[in-house]
């Protein structure tokens, strides 16, 4: 899978992919994550990619050309599945999302900055509108790192035992049971005897009880989907 990102503060993306498993993703092949800096195709001598808004208000907006020209260029050299753009203002990410986005082959994000960005970039080019929760950060680059994380793990071959993606939490809209390791007992804690039994068809019976506990206790609302 490929995953292109346009944004205006590229270094922010530097680390995010530099680590765990979605380094190893890409050292393997498996993803291969670009990110364009927009301010190389920003106008004029001084590269400009934001400008005030039509009407009046606070903030900068970018502007459309830099990412139009941006857009088009990574076009003439693949055809996207989806180009995204990463905005509070959208359907918030989940689970299911990021499973279906992990089955495409070229994706394209654009991170917003600053107030946004032209509402004529999201009617003619954006397939899909992503939040990554009910709150503002400062731009869009956190969020699509969030976002290819999410993706990426999902891959086959990401994680080694591919069973521990699927057993995420909300794979199957349900928080995930808790985990112990080593020592068995500390500070008179101790881990319960059903994980030191050896029997895993019970084992198994307890997760399933413990995170349907969990989810009702945190989050119920999952349990009516
Ligand atoms: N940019 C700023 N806040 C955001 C959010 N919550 N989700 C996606 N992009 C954002």
């Excluded at 390791?181 to 019976?205: Q, W, Y």
Aim: charged residues 25%; contains cysteine; proline residues 5%.
């Amino acid at each position: 899978m490929r995953i292109d990102i346009i944004s205006a503060a590229p270094n922010l993306l530097k680390s995010p992919f530099n680590h765990s498993i979605i380094k190893r993703a890409q050292q393997r092949g498996i993803a291969e994550i670009i990110v364009h800096d927009l301010r190389e195709y920003g106008l004029g001598k001084y590269k400009q990619i934001d400008d005030t808004q039509f009407g009046g208000g606070a903030g900068m907006i970018l502007m459309l050309e830099p990412i139009v020209n941006c857009i088009k260029k990574l076009q003439s050299e693949r055809t996207y599945d989806d180009i995204i753009y990463m905005t509070p203002d959208a359907k918030v990410l989940n689970q299911s999302t990021a499973n279906s986005l992990s089955l495409k082959e070229n994706i394209l994000i654009l991170a917003g900055h600053y107030k946004g960005v032209d509402q004529r970039i999201r009617d003619k080019y954006i397939t899909k509108e992503i939040s990554i929760g009910d709150y503002v950060i400062t731009g869009g680059e956190l969020a699509a790192a969030v976002l290819v994380d999410a993706i990426v793990r999902l891959i086959p071959g990401a994680i080694g035992d591919e069973q521990s993606a699927l057993t995420d939490s909300f794979q199957d809209n349900l928080l995930s049971p808790p985990v112990y390791t080593r020592p068995a007992e500390f500070e008179g804690m101790k881990v319960p005897d059903i994980l030191l039994s050896g029997n895993f068809p019970k084992i198994d019976d307890w997760r399933i009880d413990k995170a349907f506990e969990r989810t009702q206790k945190i989050r119920p609302d999952l349990l009516k989907k």
